[in-house]
């Protein structure tokens, strides 16, 4: 009996072992949550003044347009307004590179172009905005406040 249960042992342990291939590819689960990718914006002036927030703002942002263009369609993009915070928070696409436009006001618009990556190359880490450009100039970004601040 003790060799029996000893020769089912072994033979499981054979047919555990032996069913892995060195080739296998591991199935991955992430969770499926989403998390949206955002750019977190500023305009400031050439004094650093905030241009979208205040008593007096430039730009109000009630009157701020978000979109992005497919030949002369254009397709809102969502955004939030932290007012307190003095910023802007744009919901874009997930993707490696893209283009958003900001209209100011008519006839003011900044072509937004941005890339982004995934810090740790690993399928369940969402991207990261790595550079914005705005009408082809970079975009500074402060680790600090994670805001990407545009002047005018």
């Known amino acids: ?6 020769l089912l042992i072994l033979s499981l342990f054979f047919v555990v072992f032996s069913s892995c291939k060195d080739n296998d590819k591991e199935t991955i689960g992430c969770l499926n949550m989403y ?5 977190n914006i500023t305009y400031v002036d050439a004094n650093g003044t905030n ?59 900044d072509k937004i172009t941005y890339n982004t990556k995934n810090p740790a190359n690993d399928p369940c880490t969402d991207l990261v905005l790595t550079k914005l450009q705005q009408n082809e100039v970079n975009v500074q970004y402060d680790d600090k406040t994670q805001l990407w601040t545009l002047k005018k």
């Open 1 to 6: 009996m003790k060799n029996s249960f000893k």
């Open 35 to 39: 998390v949206p990718l955002t750019a």
């Open 51 to 109: 241009l979208l927030f205040g008593n007096n703002p430039t730009y109000p942002v009630e009157n701020i347009k978000i979109y992005t263009k497919n030949g002369e369609n254009q397709t809102p993009l969502t955004f939030k307004v932290y007012k307190e915070a003095k910023f802007i928070s744009i919901t874009i696409e997930k993707q490696e590179s893209g283009t958003f436009f900001i209209e100011l006001k008519p006839n003011l618009v």
